[in-house]
């Protein structure tokens, strides 16, 4: 039977449909636009629409399926995934990727699903990952690229980052064998950053200056709304930095490297390996 994944075409899904597709797994991707998607991964794959806001989506889709990956709806997602487990209780694993500070949060949304999903009985694992190593080239390397500069409200605390392709050979791993349901892992790799060392890093790699410029919460809002991004968005954001600048994403985890029998992906080797991007 095939695994159903949904927000294949995000930065875990992606590299999770790679990891199985190499395993030779049959997948069923769940997308809001599956001729989008098909341009991604071709034959190779099936699709099926699924949107967490169409309710009417989630039945066609699950009940394919016995196994199934997950990320939360940015808006809004508790009423939606609550609907979603109700049509899910035939599953044998279902696989769900948090957030490694905020899935802990009492209140926060992503602290709800998983509790909702361990009320459900059905048989789960919780992946909490960190901050993606990913960003740096994604969203923060806008400004890298743009002004040489790491841009954050996060002051000077350290970061205990995740490379997203270990994320997603973790994730393929609780779908394809048994042995993990029950447990919630926290994925980071195995060292910690600020990011006055970040653009270090960065800088050595590519040879040009990158700074790290600070900002307070309010500044970092007025800046990003600056550059387009709704209220909401930044102030999300601010929130989240919070919680580093707390010192909560500093802790390095065993867990990358218990499950996948190696050393987790470092930061380092990362921006080697993706200098291009920041040029
Ligand atoms: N960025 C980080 O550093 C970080 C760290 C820890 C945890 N997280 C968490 O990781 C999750 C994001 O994962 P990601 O970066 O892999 O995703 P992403 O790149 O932001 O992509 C989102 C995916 O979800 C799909 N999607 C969005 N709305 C949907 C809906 N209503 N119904 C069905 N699918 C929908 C999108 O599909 P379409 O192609 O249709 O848009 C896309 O495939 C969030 O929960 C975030 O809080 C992020």
Not at 3 to 17: E, F, K, M, Q, S
Not at 20 to 30: A, F, K, P, T, Y
Not at 79 to 94: E, I, N
Request: glycine share 8%; with cysteine.
């Amino acid at each position: 039977m095939a695994i159903l994944i949904i927000g294949a075409t995000g930065n875990i899904g992606r590299n999770l449909v790679g990891t199985l597709l190499e395993s030779r797994q049959q997948l069923l991707l769940g997308v809001r636009e599956p001729e989008q998607a098909r341009d991604i991964w071709q034959f190779r794959a099936h699709y099926i629409p699924f949107d967490f806001r169409a309710p009417e989506t989630f039945e066609p889709a699950l009940s394919q399926v016995e196994r199934c990956f997950f990320i939360a709806p940015h808006d809004n997602p508790v009423p939606s995934v609550k609907l979603f487990l109700q049509h899910a209780r035939h599953l044998k694993q279902l696989t769900f990727s948090s957030g490694r500070t905020t899935g802990g949060v009492e209140g926060k949304p992503l602290n709800t699903i998983e509790k909702m999903i361990w009320e459900s009985f059905i048989p789960a694992t919780i992946l909490r990952p960190g901050w993606f190593m990913q960003n740096f080239t994604g969203w923060i390397g806008d400004d890298i690229r743009g002004e040489r500069k790491i841009v954050l409200p996060a002051g000077g605390s350290k970061t205990a980052f995740i490379d997203v392709r270990d994320i997603a050979e973790v994730a393929a791993l609780t779908l394809i064998h048994g042995g993990h349901t029950g447990h919630t892992y926290e994925l980071v790799s195995d060292e910690a950053f600020d990011h006055y060392q970040v653009a270090g890093m960065i800088s050595r790699a590519i040879g040009e200056q990158v700074d790290y410029l600070p900002l307070d919460p309010m500044d970092y809002i007025k800046r990003m709304m600056k550059k387009g991004w709704p209220r909401d968005i930044a102030e999300h954001t601010v929130e989240l930095y919070r919680l580093v600048m707390e010192g909560l994403e500093a802790e390095t985890t065993p867990d990358v490297e218990e499950i996948l029998g190696r050393k987790p992906r470092r930061l380092g080797d990362f921006i080697e390996e993706h200098k291009e991007a920041f040029k």
